[in-house]
């Protein structure tokens, strides 16, 4: 088990930076590939970015690729995910997710979310 921690989110004008974090805690840290999700108003949850065990692997959603950097630090088990350039239509709740990196897995574990507000 993982637990996750999310912390970061606020209110922030369109072109602004926000970086979100995800403080993991329980096993292994390097045991998990790292994501972050979000949840627009009225919408399903969706994949915004992943990093894998070592830092070596990186996805992005076409929506945020060239504006929102994921990052993680093995050594403080937290996760990052730098946005800029931040717009409306980026408003969401942003969820940090775990996966296991061995054997065929999912993203089991969540943290509680954090609310981002992009005004226009």
């Known amino acids: 088990q993982v637990q996750l921690v999310e912390s970061g989110g606020g209110l922030v004008q369109a072109g602004g930076s926000l970086r979100l974090s995800c403080a993991a805690s329980?096993?292994?840290?390097?045991?998990?590939?790292m994501a972050w999700f979000r949840r627009a108003p009225g919408k399903e949850r969706v994949i915004v970015t992943s990093?894998?065990?070592?830092?070596?692997?990186?996805y992005y959603a076409d929506s945020v690729r060239g504006r929102f950097t994921i990052s993680r630090d093995n050594v403080k088990n937290t996760v990052y995910l730098q946005m800029n350039s931040l717009k409306p239509e980026d408003t969401a709740v942003y969820y940090c997710?775990?996966?296991?990196?061995?054997?065929?897995?999912?993203?089991?574990?969540w943290g509680q979310g954090t609310q981002v507000t992009v005004s226009s």
């Open positions: 997710a775990a996966r296991p990196r061995v054997g065929v897995t999912s993203w089991d574990y």
């Open positions: 329980g096993r292994t840290f390097i045991m998990y590939d």
């Open positions: 990093i894998n065990w070592s830092g070596g692997s990186t």
